[in-house]
């Protein structure tokens, strides 16, 4: 044996030796249950929270901002971040995220605000839309997400692109730059079909009189009107407000995650530099067929039917099957379940290797192929 080699050796006899020594000595009372630490987290960040609907603010069309209040001051939160709440309908219990629409500043005032648009077959936008009052109470959890400005990480000059109800982490963010919690200069390009698409017009006025470091870049496709760019949201366009140095925020539909994708590697923007939320779904049910769903959850196993174009997590919530839900998109990962029999498509963005090697699916994104069995997470 080499002098190194042994010399390595002793090293692990001495520390093996002290190692035991430390235990021996050690006391023997049982770990402190809880800690200082772990009650002020539980305290700033519980698993849920009960709201009360103050104001109701129509925005267009399809888009209303619901205020919620509390007695006690709201979980600190990132401008961009979202929100899962959580509504009855028909004595079933429906969780959706929802982006917050306002800025960090607003929990001080024990409020804060979503934004919600109606699609003309959900469920709980509708129910929103049309049901949820002035006075009423609903239960929250978060916030949640990564979409978030880190001065560590992105560069002082933002370009925002962002459409249909993709503007709400936007308008959150331009009103944290305003009030002060946040500080970078904030480029969005907005883009919508016709001008009374567009939300938010009026605050973002009102933010860009009180501050520079925000400009609001409004594009029309299908409408031409002075002091709007015209068209679509391109290459040349985003060349027009680009700067030397620059982070990328996209959010919006699927269609302009993948044209925005295309461009930005076109102009050989780095992934470092490029921050997205998408809303929608990466991939859609393929199959219009009726298939079997056997669900292992608490130590049982239930059986329902789900159609193919569904994806497998709206099947369970149909069928009262109580499972682990969040953003919606499998960004979060928190539904994260084993396939244990049969075929699913399944969107593979957020999927790590190792949850593909041993068949780990995300139900919000996966729609069965086949009849399937899967176990929920605990």
Same mark, same amino acid.
């Given at each position: 044996?080499?002098?190194?080699?042994?010399?390595?050796?002793?090293?692990?006899?001495?520390?093996?030796?002290?190692?035991?020594?430390?235990?021996?000595?050690?006391?023997?009372?049982?770990?402190?249950?809880?800690?200082?630490?772990?009650?002020?987290?539980?305290?700033?960040?519980?698993?849920?929270?009960?709201?009360?609907?103050?104001?109701?603010?129509?925005?267009?069309?399809?888009?209303?901002?619901?205020?919620?209040?509390?007695?006690?001051?709201?979980?600190?939160?990132?401008?961009?971040?979202?929100?899962?709440?959580?509504?009855?309908?028909?004595?079933?219990?429906?969780?959706?995220?929802?982006?917050?629409?306002?800025?960090?500043?607003?929990?001080?005032?024990?409020?804060?605000?979503?934004?919600?648009?109606?699609?003309?077959?959900?469920?709980?936008?509708?129910?929103?839309?049309?049901?949820?009052?002035?006075?009423?109470?609903?239960?929250?959890?978060?916030?949640?997400?990564?979409?978030?400005?880190?001065?560590?990480?992105?560069?002082?000059?933002?370009?925002?692109?962002?459409?249909?109800?993709?503007?709400?982490?936007?308008?959150?963010?331009?009103?944290?730059?305003?009030?002060?919690?946040?500080?970078?200069?904030?480029?969005?390009?907005?883009?919508?079909?016709?001008?009374?698409?567009?939300?938010?017009?009026?605050?973002? !006025?009102? /933010?860009?009189?009180?501050?520079?470091? @925000?400009? *609001?870049?409004?594009?029309?496709?299908?409408?031409?009107? =002075? %002091?709007?760019?015209?068209?679509?949201?391109?290459?040349?366009?985003?060349?027009?407000?680009?700067?030397?140095?620059?982070?990328?925020?996209?959010?919006?539909?699927?269609?302009?995650?993948?044209?925005?994708?295309?461009?930005?590697?076109?102009?050989?923007?780095?992934?470092?530099?490029?921050?997205?939320?998408?809303?929608?779904?990466?991939?859609?049910?393929?199959?219009?067929?009726?298939?079997?769903?056997?669900?292992?959850?608490?130590?049982?196993?239930?059986?329902?039917?789900?159609?193919?174009?569904?994806?497998?997590?709206?099947?369970?919530?149909?069928? !009262?099957? /109580?499972?682990?839900?969040?953003?919606? @998109?499998? *960004?979060?990962?928190?539904?994260?379940?084993?396939?244990? =029999? %049969?075929?699913?498509?399944?969107?593979?963005?957020?999927?790590?290797?190792?949850?593909?090697?041993?068949?780990?699916?995300?139900?919000?994104?996966?729609?069965?192929?086949?009849?399937?069995?899967?176990?929920?997470?605990?």
């Amino acid at each position: 044996m080499s002098n190194s080699n042994g010399k390595e050796a002793q090293k692990l006899v001495k520390y093996s030796v002290d190692r035991t020594k430390c235990i021996k000595e050690s006391s023997h009372k049982p770990f402190k249950k809880d800690y200082q630490a772990n009650q002020v987290v539980t305290e700033l960040h519980p698993s849920s929270f009960t709201v009360q609907v103050k104001e109701i603010k129509v925005e267009s069309g399809w888009a209303k901002t619901f205020v919620l209040t509390s007695e006690r001051e709201f979980p600190p939160f990132q401008e961009g971040q979202y929100i899962t709440v959580e509504v009855q309908i028909e004595g079933i219990t429906y969780k959706r995220p929802f982006t917050i629409s306002c800025c960090s500043k607003r929990t001080h005032e024990h409020e804060i605000q979503i934004t919600v648009q109606r699609v003309e077959h959900g469920l709980v936008s509708n129910y929103f839309f049309y049901q949820v009052n002035i006075g009423d109470y609903l239960t929250i959890h978060g916030p949640f997400g990564n979409f978030v400005y880190q001065s560590l990480r992105d560069a002082n000059e933002v370009l925002a692109i962002a459409s249909e109800s993709g503007i709400i982490p936007f308008k959150a963010m331009a009103e944290g730059i305003c009030e002060g919690s946040l500080d970078f200069h904030l480029t969005i390009l907005y883009h919508a079909k016709t001008e009374r698409e567009f939300l938010f017009q009026r605050d973002f !006025a009102e /933010i860009m009189k009180r501050c520079d470091k @925000v400009q *609001v870049v409004y594009v029309l496709s299908e409408e031409e009107k =002075e %002091g709007f760019v015209s068209g679509l949201i391109t290459k040349e366009l985003i060349l027009k407000y680009q700067k030397d140095v620059m982070s990328y925020f996209v959010c919006g539909p699927i269609g302009l995650y993948e044209a925005m994708n295309s461009i930005l590697k076109e102009l050989n923007i780095a992934n470092k530099y490029i921050r997205h939320d998408c809303y929608d779904e990466c991939e859609k049910g393929q199959l219009d067929e009726t298939f079997e769903i056997r669900v292992l959850t608490g130590g049982q196993e239930k059986i329902v039917f789900g159609n193919g174009l569904e994806s497998i997590s709206k099947t369970l919530e149909r069928a !009262a099957i /109580i499972a682990p839900k969040r953003c919606g @998109v499998g *960004v979060c990962g928190i539904c994260r379940s084993k396939l244990l =029999e %049969g075929n699913v498509l399944t969107n593979d963005h957020y999927l790590r290797a190792i949850d593909e090697e041993y068949h780990y699916i995300h139900p919000c994104v996966s729609y069965p192929l086949s009849n399937i069995k899967i176990k929920l997470p605990k």
